[in-house]
T-cell receptor, first 114, second 112 residues
């Protein structure tokens, strides 16, 4: 176990709805990264937060947004859900200044968009 | 876009045999890491190798890195049923602002 938790574990939404996914990082980690993993693919980087500020973003549209709170927990929000948003969403935390090194992943939230 | 590509896509071996998988990438990198994922759950970090290193060991794992060929290999020796998982390489590079870029993974099945 990495100490990174995510909620909920599973979620079913319909197209056009909005969803919020949550992540609590490992103690002492103030950097959180979010990834989308489609079935049979590797994780794709969505964005990263460091000390409550966005610190890098992948090739995802603005309807994917995030927040990081003072306790370093984080949220991923997706608006206007599309069928292709169905995926496993993973968050990962890392030590300050070492985000490119070892990342500690949570178990993920599996989102199904109907 | 994904920087790394793993080969093969899938591998089936007998318990006790060795498993080798390869990763190729496109641009110069800072570090390369290998992660394991069991049944669509979270990823577990296995090993990190820096661009100035050529080989690294951790328990039954051996990783090599050839920066001239832009490739890496992961060897699991004396495999066990518990090694059944998907294995991903991930690189960080200046071109991606040092954010991790994962390949599509190799699915390894270890038969008892």
């Amino acid at each position: 176990e990495t100490g990174v938790t995510q909620s909920p574990t599973h979620l079913i939404k319909t197209r056009g709805q909005q969803v919020t996914l949550r992540c609590s990082s490992q103690s002492g980690h103030n950097t959180v990264s979010w990834y989308q993993q489609a079935l049979g693919q590797g994780p794709q980087f969505i964005f990263q937060y460091y000390r409550e500020e966005e610190n890098g973003r992948g090739n995802f549209p603005p309807r994917f947004s995030g927040l990081q709170f003072p306790n370093y927990s984080s949220e991923l929000n997706v608006n206007a859900l599309e069928l292709d948003d169905s995926a496993l969403y993973l968050c990962a935390s890392s030590l300050p200044g070492l985000a490119e090194e070892t990342q500690y992943f949570g178990p993920g939230t599996r989102l199904l968009v109907l | 876009s994904q920087q790394g590509e793993e080969d093969p896509q899938a591998l089936s071996i007998q318990e006790g045999e060795n498993a080798t998988m390869n990763c190729s990438y496109k641009t110069s990198i800072n570090n390369l890491q290998w992660y394991r994922q069991n049944s669509g759950r979270g990823l577990v970090h296995l090993i990190l190798i820096r661009s100035n290193e050529r080989e690294k060991h951790s328990g039954r794992l051996r990783v090599t890195l050839d920066t001239s060929k832009k490739s890496s290999s992961l060897l699991i020796t004396a495999s066990r049923a518990a090694d059944t998982a998907s294995y991903f390489c991930a690189t960080d590079a200046r071109v991606n602002d040092y954010k991790l870029s994962f390949g599509a993974g190799t699915t390894v099945t270890v038969r008892a």
